[in-house]
């Protein structure tokens, strides 16, 4: 029920500052608020407006929106904005919220709502910025946080995977890890890494590695038996040019765009990171990645004084891999382009 007065006559009993909108344009008045008996008495300050009355039965007070306001909605279409203070002096004088079931899935409806607004106000920024900016132009608006969160998601379900502990002896996984760490740090001063050595229980422990957002690298068994300390340091030193160059996260903003960006935007990202999770495992990295991190790699070897030659011992002993296995056997880390003969090639010829 509303009704208008023609009159715009001074209250003189305390009232409750709040923000209104009228639903029908986004100009936003300040309006104080009154309970009279059981009506609801909104007088905006704008002179010459009318107050308004409202049955206190027909209003419903919803959730607060983090560090946000709680907003009232009107029977009219129109909604009032209150700040805590208001919110909890009016609260107790509206109908009760049913509670259970019924305020849960309204409490998620609002976080729905919240995201399709900031999803639509992104989209609208974008498109003033100039359409179609690139996933690495993106990426530089995406905090390294998010990175953080995707990468312990993914590893929070390495046992969903089938990844089982690793059966390395316990001495060459802290020898490989210290020798790591310290190249690490010598190459990339300041990105966190954190190596990991894992069996593959369906793949015949995995001839595999790979690198995830935060800086957490796996190596399978299968792998490392297969090569040196020094062949794996080539492969980790590939890792961590996909950690430097946020990689995984070029996939991530690719794939899924501002809609991860949303989420960040509401720094409640925890089920866009779960999405992403879910999926960034069935990812590959485009051709130009892997070039990258093959790139990263012939500079982290340089660095550390290995022989150039490693990366090309590495490619190898892929090559022979993927001869034993056949094509459907061919492991993940490799099945994507550039194929081994042309990695192969490019080291050959970059040592004559
Ligand atoms: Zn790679």
Redesign the pocket.
């Known amino acids: 029920m509303v009704s208008l007065a023609m009159t715009n006559k001074p209250m003189t009993l305390t009232a409750l500052p709040a923000t209104w909108f009228d639903g029908r344009s986004s100009r936003r008045h300040a309006v104080q608020l009154l309970v009279e008996a059981q009506t609801l008495v909104m007088q905006p300050l704008d002179s010459g407006m009318a107050v308004q009355h409202h049955a206190l039965a027909d209003l419903r007070l919803s959730e607060a929106w983090p560090d946000s306001a709680w907003p009232l909605d009107l029977p009219d279409g129109g909604r009032l904005w209150l700040d805590a203070t208001t919110a909890a002096a009016l609260a107790p004088k509206l109908p009760q919220r049913r509670a259970g079931l019924a305020q849960r899935l309204s409490a998620s409806w609002a976080g729905a709502m919240a995201c399709l607004v900031c999803l639509l106000a992104l989209l609208v920024w974008f498109d003033r910025q100039g359409a179609g900016l690139a996933a690495e132009g993106l990426l530089g608006l995406m905090p390294r946080s998010v990175d953080h969160k995707v990468g312990e998601l993914v590893e929070a379900k390495y046992g969903q995977f089938g990844f089982v502990a690793s059966t390395l002896p316990m001495e060459r996984q802290r020898r490989l890890r210290a020798r790591f760490a310290e190249a690490a740090e010598q190459a990339a001063p300041g990105v966190a890494v954190k190596l990991d050595f894992l069996r593959e229980s369906k793949k015949e422990a995995g001839f595999n590695a790979f690198a995830l957002p935060h800086g957490g690298i796996v190596v399978f068994d299968g792998l490392a038996q297969s090569l040196s300390d020094d062949e794996l340091m080539a492969v980790l030193g590939?890792e961590l040019g996909?950690v430097v160059h946020r990689h995984g996260m070029q996939n991530v903003l690719r794939s899924f765009g501002l809609f991860s960006v949303a989420g960040v935007v509401l720094s409640d990202f925890s089920t866009v990171a779960a999405t992403i999770a879910a999926t960034l495992q069935g990812m590959r990295?485009g051709r130009d990645a892997?070039r990258e991190?093959d790139a990263y790699a012939r500079r982290f070897i340089a660095q550390q004084s290995l022989p150039p030659q490693t990366l090309a011992a590495v490619w190898l002993k892929f090559k022979a891999e993927e001869r034993r296995l056949g094509v459907s056997g061919i492991p993940d880390?490799l099945s994507t382009h550039p194929g081994t003969d042309e990695r192969l090639a490019t080291e050959q010829a970059g040592q004559r």
């Open positions: 590939h996909h990295y892997e991190a880390w």
